[in-house]
């Protein structure tokens, strides 16, 4: 048993646990010209700087705002597609329309970002395309932060919807049916029979879905907002997250001080934050904590 767990404690502390050693240079301002453990020892300045500058804050508020809007209209919109699904009688359609829903979940982000600059492209963009041909004006969606933080949840919507959905059809599909008969018998309608038998079995899903998110929070989808971003400095101010600072961070001002003390930041932060939302729902129910 522990040999056949070895190629897996191997991959972890490879890929995990040792590289926490670089936790050190965060409290460094890092020089290339130097050995990797000889860089100027600088305590908690890189931090300072983020907290004085602002920018921790507005990382820390975009990746929180932009994972709870993912999180709560995620999770509403899974667990009303996953009712509906459930209530529909052609066995066929039920199929296709789950097949047809899930299928964005396997769209590279990559493919997103070149379908999504087909969309708003400014001179060629099917947008502008068709306010042209109505005799508008067309518009730089490029140069307007605020549509993207729509536009940002609307497409994380669409590539992850069918993906929760299916979780959620397949809580739905545990429920016994002896509970919706009886609920017939007693008259009730579809509606009640959903609001009181099925939304309250799928809340134990909901709790450890839920869970699992937050302990991410901290963690925004990189792929995503780096590929519909990139570097478009425009839309910092409302897009930038902690993932795509870090990653900007050592890739254009080779910044590795700041980059590791915004990853510690994140990681720690992200971690007290789990171990008190478990805390407060072992609580309330202990059946719905983690541990």
Same mark, same amino acid.
């Given at each position: 048993m522990f040999l056949m767990l070895l190629?897996?404690?191997? +991959? +972890?502390? $490879?890929?995990? /646990? &040792?590289?926490? $050693? #670089?936790? /050190? /240079?965060? &409290?460094?301002? &890092? =020089?290339?010209?130097?050995?990797? +453990?000889?860089?100027k020892f600088v305590g908690l300045q890189n931090f300072e700087f983020l907290w004085r500058s602002g920018t921790l804050v507005k990382l820390t508020m975009n990746t929180i705002g932009y994972n709870i809007a993912f999180i709560v209209l995620g999770n509403v919109l899974a667990i009303a597609c996953a009712i509906l699904l459930s209530e529909l009688n052609g066995k066929? &359609?039920? @199929?296709?329309?789950?097949s047809v829903m899930f299928l964005p979940y396997f769209v590279s982000f990559v493919i997103l970002s070149v379908i999504v600059y087909n969309l708003f492209n400014y001179d060629s963009g099917f947008l502008n395309t068709m306010l042209t041909q109505f005799g508008l004006d067309p518009v730089d969606v490029y140069s307007k932060p605020w549509a993207w933080i729509f536009l940002i949840i609307i497409f994380y919507l669409w590539k992850n919807l069918g993906y929760s959905m299916v979780i959620y059809l397949a809580a739905i599909t545990g429920i016994s049916d002896e509970y919706y008969e009886a609920a017939k018998i007693d008259g009730a309608n579809i509606f009640q029979r959903i609001w009181y038998i099925t939304v309250p079995m799928l809340k134990s899903t909901f709790v450890v879905l !839920?869970?699992?998110?937050?302990?991410?929070?901290? @963690? #925004?989808?990189?792929? !995503?907002?780096?590929? !519909? *971003?990139?570097?478009? #400095?425009?839309?910092?101010?409302?897009? =930038? *997250?902690? =993932?795509?600072?870090?990653?900007?961070?050592? @890739?254009?001002? +080779?910044? $590795?001080?700041?980059?590791?003390?915004? #990853?510690?930041y994140q990681s720690l932060f992200g971690f007290v934050l789990i171990m008190t939302v478990n805390y407060i729902i072992r609580k309330i129910n202990d059946d719905y904590a983690l541990f």
């Open positions: 190629p897996t404690l191997i +991959f +972890f502390l $490879v890929n995990s /646990y &040792f590289p926490m $050693v #670089g936790i /050190y /240079y965060a &409290f460094t301002q &890092f =020089d290339f010209n130097s050995s990797m +453990f000889n860089s066929w &359609f039920k @199929k296709i329309s789950q !839920l869970l699992f998110a937050l302990g991410s929070i901290m @963690k #925004g989808q990189f792929d !995503l907002f780096y590929q !519909l *971003i990139g570097n478009n #400095g425009l839309l910092y101010n409302t897009t =930038d *997250i902690l =993932d795509t600072y870090v990653y900007r961070s050592l @890739k254009v001002t +080779f910044d $590795v001080g700041m980059a590791t003390a915004a #990853g510690v």
